[in-house]
C-alpha cells in the first residue's frame, strides 16, 4: 500500500509554508495591537501594553481621553455633553461636517422623545421644540436629512412596543454606537490621524484576499482559514487565567469591542 499523503494534506502543507515565510515578528504584532488601542480609544490599556511590551507610547493620553469622555457621554445618552466637548477640542469637526452634526442633533432628539415617551401622558413639547428649533432649519438643506427627521418624529406618534422594525432601530443603542464611531473617526481625521486603526484594515484586506482567492479558485486553499484572533477561546483557554481581567475584555460602557470579543 503507497504511503503517500492525500494530496489536498500537501496542499495543506504548502499552504501553512506560505503562511509561514510572511508570519510578522512580535514587534510588528505589538505596534498594531498598540495602533489599535490608542486608535479606538483605550487609554489605560494602551499605558499597560506599552508597559508590558515594553515600547513607546508615542502619542498624548490625554488626547486618546478626551476622546474617550465624548465617546462614553454619547453611549449614554448625553448626546448636548458630547457636542459641547467635541465644541471645547475643536469647533471645525462639526462645522466642516454638517452630516455628522445632523446624526448627533437626532440622535439628541431620540433621547429626548425617549424620556418625553417614558411615562404615561408624558409632555412631548421638549422633544417637538428641539425637533423645530435645532433640525427642522436643517432638514431642507439634504433630502436625507429631511427623511430622517420625519422618520425620528413617528416615534412620537406610534407606541415604542408596536414600532415597526426601521423605526425601533433608533431606539437601539448600536445607534449610538455607530455616531460615537462616526464622531471618534472625525476627530481623528481632524487631528491628522488615520480613522481607522491598522489591524482593522489588514483584517479588511485579509477577508478580501480569501475572496479573490475563492473566486479565482486556487488550489490548496483550505476550506476555512482561522483569522487567529480567537485562537485562545478555539482552543478552550481563559484570558482572565492569564494576565488581567480587565485586559481581557474591553468596554464601550458594557459593550465589549467587537475586534477583541
Not at 492525500?6 to 508570519?23: A, I, M, Y
Not at 448600536?174 to 486603526?197: F, P
Not at 473566486?215 to 484570558?239: A, F, M, R, S, Y
Not at 481581567?245 to 459593550?255: C, K, R, V
Request: glycine content about 4%.
Amino acid at each position: 500500500m503507497s504511503s503517500t499523503p492525500p494530496s489536498s494534506t500537501l496542499s495543506w502543507h504548502r499552504f501553512e509554508r506560505k503562511v509561514d515565510e510572511v508570519r510578522p515578528s512580535k514587534a510588528e504584532i505589538n505596534y498594531l495591537v498598540m495602533d489599535y488601542l490608542v486608535t479606538n480609544g483605550y487609554p489605560a490599556a494602551a499605558k499597560r501594553f506599552a508597559v508590558e511590551a515594553n515600547i513607546q507610547l508615542r502619542v498624548d493620553i490625554e488626547s486618546i481621553q478626551e476622546r474617550v469622555e465624548i465617546r462614553s457621554a454619547i453611549h449614554s445618552g448625553d448626546i448636548q455633553t458630547a457636542i459641547e466637548k467635541i465644541n471645547e477640542l475643536s469647533p471645525q469637526i462639526l462645522d466642516e461636517d454638517p452630516s455628522l452634526h445632523f446624526s448627533l442633533l437626532r440622535l439628541q432628539l431620540v433621547e429626548l422623545i425617549r424620556r418625553c415617551t417614558s411615562t404615561p401622558d408624558a409632555d412631548i413639547t421638549p422633544a417637538l421644540e428641539f425637533a423645530t428649533s435645532q433640525l427642522a432649519p436643517r432638514a431642507p438643506t439634504n433630502p436625507q436629512f429631511l427623511e430622517d427627521l420625519e422618520r425620528t418624529l413617528a416615534l412620537l406618534i406610534f407606541p415604542s412596543e408596536n414600532l415597526n422594525p426601521s423605526l425601533a432601530t433608533l431606539l437601539q443603542p448600536s445607534l449610538r454606537k455607530d455616531i460615537a464611531t462616526q464622531v471618534n473617526e472625525a476627530i481623528l481625521k481632524n487631528q491628522g490621524a488615520r480613522k481607522q486603526a491598522r489591524l482593522r484594515n489588514l483584517v479588511k484586506l485579509r477577508a478580501w484576499a480569501e475572496q479573490k482567492a475563492r473566486e479565482t479558485k486556487v488550489t490548496g486553499l483550505p476550506d476555512h482559514i482561522n483569522i487567529g484572533l480567537c485562537h485562545d477561546k478555539q482552543q478552550g483557554g481563559n484570558d482572565h487565567a492569564n494576565g488581567n481581567p480587565d485586559d481581557a475584555i474591553m468596554t464601550n460602557n458594557g459593550d465589549i469591542d467587537p475586534m477583541i470579543a
